[in-house]
C-alpha cells in the first residue's frame, strides 16, 4: 500500500506560503530537509535537541493537539527567539493524520545555541 502523507503549508520567514507534504511518522525537519525547503540554518543539529534552530509556531488548534512537551524540549525551546505560547520545536513534531493541512510558521530569526559554546581558540 502507498505511503500516507501527510499535507503541511509552511509559512517562510519572508512570508512566502509553501504547500509541502510528507510520510506519516516523519517530523517537521524530516520534511523541511526532504523537501528542500529553503529555510536558512534550519535544524542545525539534526534533531537532537541541541540547538532552537527548528523552532516554530503553530496554530493554538494544532498545538493542543499535539503530545506534551518533553523536558528537554521545554528546555532548548527556551532559548528559541521569539518563543510563543504556541512554539514547538520542528524535529520533535511528528506527522500524523490528525495534522494534515496544518499551518507551520517560521519565525523570523533563530538563535543557534551552538554559536554560543563555540568561543573556540581566537587566532
Ligand atoms: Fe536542533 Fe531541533 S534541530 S533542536
Known sequence: RSEEKVTV??????????????AKGNSLLDLVVE?????EGFGACEGTL????CHVIL?????????????????MLDLAFG????????CQVCLSRDLEGITVRVPDRVNDMRRSDDAGPTL
Do not use: M
Not at 50 to 53: F, G, H, N, V, W
Open 9 to 22: 503549508y509552511f509559512i517562510n520567514r519572508d512570508g512566502r506560503k509553501s504547500t509541502t507534504s510528507s
Open 35 to 39: 523537501q528542500n525547503l529553503d529555510i
Open 50 to 53: 541541541a540547538c532552537s534552530t
Open 59 to 75: 496554530d493554538q488548534k494544532v498545538y493542543n493537539q499535539l503530545g506534551p512537551i518533553t523536558d528537554e524540549e521545554n528546555d
Open 83 to 90: 518563543l510563543t505560547d504556541t512554539s514547538r520545536l520542528g
